[in-house]
């Protein structure tokens, strides 16, 4: 039995990467590999997924990292052995492939939500999965076209405190290269041009939060709400919830067994050490008005 896929959406660095992983470690759950990303049309590479499932201890070090506490493996170096171990990904090739653009200012062309359709279930039947688990950044700003193609999709938004995304923006490696959407450039272009580097992070975070409201309520989906800081506080209740929003079975006891093998640091605080009051202020001067909407201050 198959069901819709289940997309998580939220702003960079709100926790969408390891609310992804955790539901990928689900024995139901498919997901996009990096394999299917270097070959986005040939969706029987979904049948890698099967090995990381059979090798559960080396999954989490490759997806957790060797303390099986992080999403990402930042600042430090990657073996050959990890690259090559399959493991979730955005994916975007696979929506590149299709002709649909990450920016959302960009119509998607005329049967790409049906060729997306295609790959997502190819790439489902084989990887053995009921339902696949997608996140991807640029999604925020293509529910219409995720609803074209899957009108029974399920959607899963994270919210993280706008103080905490931009102080954690600002100290990725990947931020000063990527380019942002609203803005036309790069957080480097914005630099060179005398921005305030910071503003810039607290900016994209107000963007990012507006454009996914507008697109949930233009395309009338339905989506269940989640707090980055609730995953940490209470990760097995919280993510039983989204699992069973997702169409994944939130009693799978291999599921929550490798939930239980997971760390879920605490890290909610973290942007009132690394940022000093001025900075503080400069971040709530621009997301003031997000910030109390959204119930974080």
């Known amino acids: 039995m198959s069901e819709q896929p289940a997309f998580v959406l939220g702003a960079p ?14 024995p ?8 299917v990303r270097r070959a986005p049309g040939v969706g029987w590479l979904g049948a890698v997924n099967r090995l990381s499932a059979a090798l559960p201890q080396r999954r989490r070090a490759v ?25 979730p990904v955005e994916g975007e090739p696979v ?11 960009v119509a998607a062309p005329p049967g790409s939500a ?16 009921r339902v696949l688990v997608n996140k991807r950044i640029a999604n925020n700003g293509r529910v219409g076209v995720l609803a074209e193609a899957f009108p029974r999709a ?43 580097p910071l503003a810039l992070c607290a900016e994209h975070w107000v963007r990012e939060v507006g ?12 989506v269940l709400d989640v707090r980055y800081e609730d995953v940490v506080a ?30 879920f640091p605490d890290r909610t605080d973290g942007w009132r050490r690394r940022l000093d009051p001025e900075a503080v202020d400069r971040v709530e001067e621009i997301q003031g008005p997000t910030l109390v909407r959204l119930g974080y201050r």
């Open 211 to 222: 454009l996914l409201e507008r697109q949930v309520a233009d395309h009338g989906v339905e």
């Open 13 to 26: 660095r709100s926790g969408t990467s390891l609310v992804y992983k955790l539901l990928c470690l689900h």
């Open 234 to 263: 209470e990760p097995v209740t919280v993510l039983a919830a989204v699992a069973a929003h997702a169409g994944l079975d939130a009693d799978d006891r291999r599921w929550r067994a490798e939930l239980g093998q997971v760390r």
């Open 63 to 87: 997806w957790f990292g060797p303390g099986a506490g992080d999403a990402y493996a930042y600042g430090r170096s990657r073996s050959a052995g990890e690259r090559l171990f399959p493991q």
């Open 114 to 129: 049906t060729g997306l359709a295609r790959t997502f279930e190819q790439v489902r039947r084989a990887s053995g999965g």
């Open 154 to 196: 399920r959607f899963v938004r994270i919210t993280r405190d706008g103080r905490a995304v931009a102080a954690s923006l600002a100290g990725v490696d990947w931020w000063p290269s990527s380019r942002l959407w609203w803005y036309g450039g790069t957080p480097e272009h914005w630099a060179a041009e005398g921005g305030d």
């Open 95 to 105: 929506f590149t492939h299709h002709g649909i653009s990450d920016d959302p200012a």
């Open 28 to 35: 139901q759950a498919a997901w996009l590999s990096n394999y």
